[in-house]
Structure formats: structure tokens, C-alpha cells
């Protein structure tokens, strides 16, 4: 074998070991994989944070070098996922990656976010991503498993809660008084979702009032529907001897599957 047909072989399996390094830290049960699955929720929860911060000042340029250095995380992030892809296509046109490529864009793109203000209303959408990651940490720990259905139903209230604020935001601000930075949005959102309707602050507009009509209409039967679900979950997780059904109801005496007789630890019902 030649020294010209060495050379390839060797990038080859540089890329080999490489792609398995990286689809471990992913995909791996070690200490070190789940140490980086949770550092990525994590960092995930802190940008959120910083977006709502920063709407607060989204008038300072200085704010543009954290977006773009935001930005270059985002797109290693996302370029690692799909190098170790098996369906790169099918990941890259998943409404998840979709997600991810108009967040890169507009935090890669200071200006074309800042002419087009509804960008931020997609940065909202990187909560998708943190919400795909739980159902791989699922495996890798009982406490996600125990609590699964409570923290999914807390991760979806966020998303909803965040977007639908996000979205008022954005809508309102610069032609709201009444909305001049990010928590006026939330306040409203929450003060309508709970129906508390203390109506110190009202949208603008005829889209405004549309948008208001849709967040009554929609939004408060799922945020009542999401917030039983977190203090009251319908089901309860315990496995059947028997037959292996892992969901029963929080006062069933016998397996709905099988009729094996449960001893479900349980407080009693209403």
C-alpha cells in the first residue's frame, strides 16, 4: 500500500473515532455522557434566561457579541447532532431542527434580527430542543422515570407559557405602552391564562385583540389542563408483577391488563 492510499485511510478512521466520541457523549451511559446531557439542559435553561434578561435592553449593540458567541455554541451543538446523524436530512427538516437552524440564523444575524423582530419569537423554540433531551435522560435516570409525566407536563407549560409571552411581546412592544419590556408580557399572559383579568394592561390593535381572543380561548383550557396534570398527574408508575404495565390509575386495587392484584402505595381518592 501506497503512501497516497494510507493517507485517506487514516482520516478515515480519525473521522471513525471522532464520530464514536462524540455519539457516545450523546447516546453513552457513562458518567462523563450524562454529565454533558444534563450540561446542555442546563446551558439551554441559562440562554432562556439571558433572552428574557435581554429583552430588557434589546436596544444596547453590546448585547449583539453575547447573541453571536450564543450563536457559535448553538451551531457546534447543531452540527455535532447531525454529523453523528443517521438520517441527517430527516433531523436536519424535523421541526426541531428546523428550530435550531432559524435560532443559529438570527443570533448569527444581529441585524436581520433586529429588522425582524419576530426571530424572537423562534429563540422560544430552543425549549423544544431541551424538551427532545429529557426523553434521552429518561434512560439514564429513575428519577426522570419516576417523575416523568410531572416533569413533562412542567417543560410543556414553560414552552407554552414562554411562547405565547414571547409572542405578546413581540407584537406589543414599541406600540403598547403598556408593554415595554419582557415581564409586562408575562404579567399579562399570566394574569389572562388565570382568568384573573385584572385589566391594568390590554393589547392594542385589531391583532391584538385577536391575539388576546385566541389566548382565552385556547390557552386556558390547556394551561388549566396542564397545571392538573403537574399537581394532580392522572396516572401513577408502577410496574405489575405479571404483566409488565407500568401506568395505573392512583387508586387501582387490580392491573387493568392482567388482574394481578397491585399494592400501589397510595394516599386514597377524593
Not at 132 to 150: A, W
Not at 188 to 198: D, E, P
Request: positive net charge; proline residues 3%.
Amino acid at each position: 500500500m501506497t503512501a497516497d492510499t494510507q493517507k485517506p485511510a487514516h482520516h478515515h478512521k480519525k473521522w471513525q473515532v471522532l464520530h464514536h466520541r462524540i455519539f457516545q457523549l450523546y447516546h453513552g451511559n457513562t458518567r462523563r455522557s450524562r454529565a454533558f446531557r444534563w450540561s446542555l439542559l442546563g446551558f439551554d435553561a441559562i440562554t432562556i434566561i439571558y433572552f428574557v434578561v435581554a429583552s430588557f435592553y434589546h436596544h444596547i449593540d453590546d448585547l449583539h457579541l453575547v447573541e453571536e458567541a450564543i450563536g457559535i455554541i448553538y451551531l457546534a451543538e447543531f452540527a455535532a447532532r447531525i454529523f453523528i446523524s443517521k438520517q441527517r436530512l430527516r433531523d436536519i427538516l424535523h421541526p426541531i431542527g428546523l428550530a435550531d437552524m432559524i435560532v443559529i440564523a438570527s443570533l448569527l444575524a444581529p441585524t436581520l434580527a433586529q429588522n425582524y423582530s419576530f426571530l424572537r419569537v423562534i429563540r422560544a423554540l430552543r425549549l423544544l430542543r431541551s424538551y427532545h433531551m429529557l426523553k434521552t435522560l429518561r434512560r439514564q435516570s429513575k428519577f426522570v422515570r419516576l417523575h416523568e409525566d410531572v416533569i413533562f407536563s412542567v417543560v410543556n407549560l414553560l414552552v407554552f407559557i414562554f411562547i405565547i409571552t414571547a409572542v405578546v411581546f413581540v407584537s406589543q412592544v414599541g406600540t403598547n405602552p403598556a408593554i415595554k419590556d419582557y415581564v409586562d408580557a408575562l404579567y399579562f399572559t399570566i394574569a389572562t391564562l388565570t382568568t384573573t383579568g385584572f385589566g391594568d394592561i390590554t393589547l392594542v390593535g385589531t391583532g391584538g385583540r385577536i391575539l388576546a381572543v385566541l389566548i382565552m380561548i385556547f390557552g386556558i383550557s390547556l394551561f388549566l389542563r396542564l397545571i392538573q396534570t403537574i399537581f394532580r398527574p392522572g396516572k401513577v408508575r408502577y410496574e405489575c408483577p405479571t404483566c409488565g404495565l407500568t401506568r395505573h390509575d392512583p387508586d387501582a386495587v387490580h392491573c387493568k391488563h392482567c388482574g394481578q392484584v397491585l399494592h400501589i402505595t397510595t394516599e386514597g381518592s377524593d
